[in-house]
C-alpha cells in the first residue's frame, strides 16, 4: 500500500526566513498530493494542493513543487510569520476505491521572531 | 466555502456510557466522509469511510461494533463510540468531500475524555 514519509519532523526558523518540507511516497498511481496545517487543538487545515499532472503550484508565500520521477514532493514557505508555527501535514491520495489519503508524519515548525 | 463543523468540540463522560459526535458539511454535499483518530503528537489515523446511504468501511484493526457510523445525509455524519473506556479518549476528527473531488475538507475536531 502507499506510504508516505516526512522530513524534517521539526523545523526551526527565525521570522522572515524560508522553511521547506519535504515528503516522498510509495505509490507511483497516486496523483493528488494535499498539504495541511494544523493548529494545536484544531482539525487540518488545507493550504495547497498539487495533482500530478502539474510540476510547481503556488499560492502567494506557499509553494508546492512535485517530482513524479523521483515521487518526492515539498512545501516551500517564504518570509516565514511567526503566525505560520504549527504542524504541517502532507498527504498522497490512494488512487483506488474511496480515493483515502495516506498522511505523513507531520512537521512541527517554529518561526521565531 | 467548504466549512465542515463539528459537535461537540469536547466531551467528558464517565466509563461505560456511549458518546456521539456529529460532523456536518455546512455548504456542499458529501457523498464520502472520512473518520480520524489522533494521539497527542501523531499523524491522523483513518478509522472508517463512509458513503452517504451506505455501511461504513472500517480499517483494519479498528471495531465496527465499538465505533458506530452513521450517514444518513450528504450533510450529516455521526460516529458513536459505544461502551467508552478510557482507552478511547483521543482527537476525533471527521472530514467530508464532495462527489468527483479529491479535496478533503476537516471538522474542527472533538475532543473525547472518558473517566
Same mark, same amino acid.
Given at each position: 500500500g502507499e506510504n508516505v514519509e516526512q522530513h524534517p519532523s521539526t523545523l526551526s526558523v527565525q521570522e522572515g526566513d524560508s522553511a521547506v518540507i519535504k515528503c516522498t511516497y510509495s505509490?507511483?498511481?497516486?496523483?493528488?498530493?494535499?498539504?495541511?496545517?494544523?493548529?494545536?487543538?484544531?482539525?487540518?487545515?488545507l493550504i495547497i494542493d498539487i495533482r500530478?499532472?502539474?510540476?510547481e503550484k503556488k499560492d502567494q508565500?506557499?509553494?508546492?513543487?512535485?517530482n513524479k520521477t523521483a515521487k518526492h514532493f515539498s512545501l516551500h514557505i517564504t518570509e516565514t510569520q511567526p503566525e505560520d508555527s504549527?504542524?504541517?501535514?502532507?498527504?498522497?491520495?490512494? !488512487?483506488?476505491?474511496?480515493?483515502?489519503?495516506?498522511?505523513?508524519?507531520?512537521?512541527?515548525?517554529?518561526?521565531? !521572531? | 466555502?467548504?466549512?465542515?463543523?463539528?459537535?461537540?468540540?469536547?466531551?467528558?463522560?464517565?466509563?461505560?456510557?456511549?458518546?456521539?459526535?456529529?460532523?456536518?458539511?455546512?455548504?456542499?454535499?458529501?457523498?464520502?466522509?472520512?473518520?480520524?483518530?489522533?494521539?497527542?503528537?501523531?499523524?491522523?489515523?483513518?478509522?472508517?469511510?463512509?458513503?452517504?446511504?451506505? +455501511?461504513?468501511?472500517?480499517?483494519?484493526?479498528?471495531?465496527?461494533? +465499538?465505533?458506530?457510523?452513521?450517514?444518513?445525509?450528504?450533510t450529516l455524519s455521526t460516529l458513536t463510540v459505544t461502551s467508552a473506556h478510557p482507552e478511547d479518549s483521543s482527537f476525533y476528527i471527521c472530514s467530508a468531500r464532495e462527489q468527483t473531488q479529491e479535496t478533503q475538507y476537516f471538522g474542527p475536531g472533538t475532543r473525547l475524555l472518558v473517566l
Open positions: 505509490d507511483s498511481a497516486s496523483n493528488y498530493f494535499p498539504w495541511y496545517k494544523q493548529e494545536l487543538g484544531k482539525g487540518p487545515q500530478s499532472n502539474v510540476g508565500r506557499i509553494a508546492v513543487t512535485l504549527a504542524v504541517y501535514f502532507c498527504a498522497a491520495t490512494i !488512487p483506488r476505491g474511496f480515493q483515502k489519503l495516506v498522511f505523513g508524519t507531520g512537521t512541527r515548525l517554529l518561526v521565531s !521572531p | 466555502g467548504a466549512v465542515v463543523s463539528q459537535h461537540p468540540s469536547w466531551v467528558i463522560c464517565k466509563s461505560g456510557t456511549s458518546v456521539k459526535i456529529e460532523c456536518r458539511s455546512l455548504d456542499f454535499q458529501a457523498t464520502t466522509m472520512f473518520w480520524y483518530r489522533q494521539f497527542p503528537k501523531q499523524s491522523l489515523m483513518l478509522m472508517a469511510t463512509s458513503n452517504e446511504g451506505s +455501511k461504513a468501511t472500517y480499517e483494519q484493526g479498528v471495531e465496527k461494533d +465499538k465505533f458506530l457510523i452513521n450517514h444518513a445525509s450528504l
